[in-house]
């Protein structure tokens, strides 16, 4: 090998390295990219349910019945808004037990087995349409 061959071969290994170099680094960007696009799909599908939609995904009627007209262990969800306003009703969400009156001793006491969940770990903007939609009914 001449002397300007073996700078041609050394750059020529270099010139492959840094190829490949690149390749590794973009391929993860595009993972990242990928994540992030997953991500906001989600928050969109998040965003644009309902407070319907949410009451059905978080086991709401299982307890309170498919169309909320109560059941043998919980009561009906109609007509609710002549006892709430929109803040304590989404207050009541995230801690029932912290509220007591006439009304609510006599739901515990009829469905005495049965503890209606605080759902405080739901996001606030979810629990403020699941309120909402419960003082539409
Ligand atoms: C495990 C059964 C159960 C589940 C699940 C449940 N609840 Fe309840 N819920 C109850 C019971 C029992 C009561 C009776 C009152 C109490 O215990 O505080 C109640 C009471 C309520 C009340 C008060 C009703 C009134 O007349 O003022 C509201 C509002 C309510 N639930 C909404 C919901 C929502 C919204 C969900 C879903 C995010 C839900 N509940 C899930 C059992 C349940």
């Known amino acids: 090998m001449t002397n300007a061959q073996k700078w041609l071969a050394a750059f020529l290994g270099l010139f492959i390295v840094l190829f490949l170099l690149g390749r590794i680094t973009n391929n993860k960007n595009e993972a990242s990219v990928n994540e992030n696009k997953y991500a906001e799909k989600t928050m969109q599908s998040n965003e644009q349910k309902d407070g319907l ?49 006439d009304r609510l001793k006599q ?31």
Request: charged letters at 20%.
């Open 53 to 101: 939609q949410l009451i059905q995904e978080n086991g709401c009627t299982a307890c309170h019945g498919q169309n909320l007209e109560g059941s043998n262990i919980a009561p009906a969800l109609v007509n609710i808004k002549k006892y709430w306003d929109r803040d304590n009703l989404i207050n009541y969400l995230r801690n029932p037990s912290s509220f007591s009156n």
């Open 107 to 137: 739901y515990r006491l009829k469905y005495k087995n049965i503890i209606m969940p605080s759902f405080n770990n739901l996001d606030i903007k979810d629990l403020g349409k699941i309120a909402d939609y419960l003082m539409t009914r």
